[in-house]
T-cell receptor, first 112, second 112 residues
Framework: LAKTTQPISMDSYEGQEVNITCSHN???????ITWYQQFPSQGPRFIIQ???TKVTNEVASLFIPADRKSSTLSLPRVSLSDTAVYYC?????????????FGAGTRLFVKA | NAGVTQTPKFQVLKTGQSMTLQCAQD?????MSWYRQDPGMGLRLIHY???????DQGEVPNGYNVSRSTTEDFPLRLLSAAPSQTSVYFC???????????FGPGTRLTVT
């Protein structure tokens, strides 16, 4: 299973765009990149998944360069409620995000 | 749909006691998993199941047993609780055709 590296923490202000980068140098050909969000005392919640190039949904965008050795989660115009831990996972996308490794994640603090 | 439910929400055990953490899902998902999360850490996979009657070990299986007699339920048994098992336990389910895991609200376990 591919290991990921993310910044331990980031600070931002309300209304700013936040970009969190994840490094996954040993990603396999059939691996997908998935991001989860976790609030205190809650289970993680799926944000977005991608394989290559760019994926966008109503919550975030995911940018994946051609070599797929890194990815960037982009959160547009964050609010205080986006303060959470964000996890980048790499694993077989055909298994429903199953058997992937959660690292320590990135703690995002959004300030007023 | 209730999604993934876990009981109990909180539990305190004495060293050496045994207990079962319950997990149920009503989404007809084939895959189910148990994770533990220690303070300030990411989630670590304990056991998982790809269908009724089939289970396998994850990253940290020692001290835990699982069984999967139905698609809906995936209980986690602590055989002889130890203080090192103090943690928050999350159950998750997913479809092999989907791109995300759905997590329950967690069980906070303290072993004294």
């Amino acid at each position: 299973l591919a290991k990921t590296t993310q910044p331990i923490s980031m600070d931002s202000y309300e209304g700013q765009e936040v970009n969190i980068t994840c490094s996954h140098n040993n990603i396999a050909t059939n691996d997908y990149i998935t991001w989860y969000q976790q609030f205190p005392s809650q289970g993680p919640r799926f944000i977005i998944q991608g394989y290559k190039t760019k994926v966008t949904n109503e919550v975030a965008s995911l940018f994946i360069p051609a070599d797929r050795k890194s990815s960037t989660l982009s959160l547009p115009r964050v609010s205080l409620s986006d303060t959470a831990v964000y996890y980048c996972l790499v694993g077989d996308g055909n298994t429903g995000g199953f058997k992937t490794i959660f690292g320590a994640g990135t703690r995002l603090f959004v300030k007023a | 749909n209730a999604g993934v439910t876990q009981t109990p929400k909180f539990q305190v055990l004495k060293t050496g006691q045994s207990m079962t953490l319950q997990c149920a899902q009503d989404m007809n998902h084939e895959y189910m998993s148990w994770y533990r999360q220690d303070p300030g850490m990411g989630l670590r996979l304990i056991h998982y199941s790809v269908g009724a009657g089939i289970t396998d070990q994850g990253e940290v299986p020692n001290g835990y047993n699982v069984s999967r007699s139905t698609t809906e339920d995936f209980p986690l048994r602590l055989l002889s609780a130890a203080p090192s098992q103090t943690s928050v336990y999350f159950c998750a389910s997913s479809s092999p055709y989907g791109d995300e895991q759905y997590f329950g609200p967690g069980t906070r376990l303290t072993v004294t």
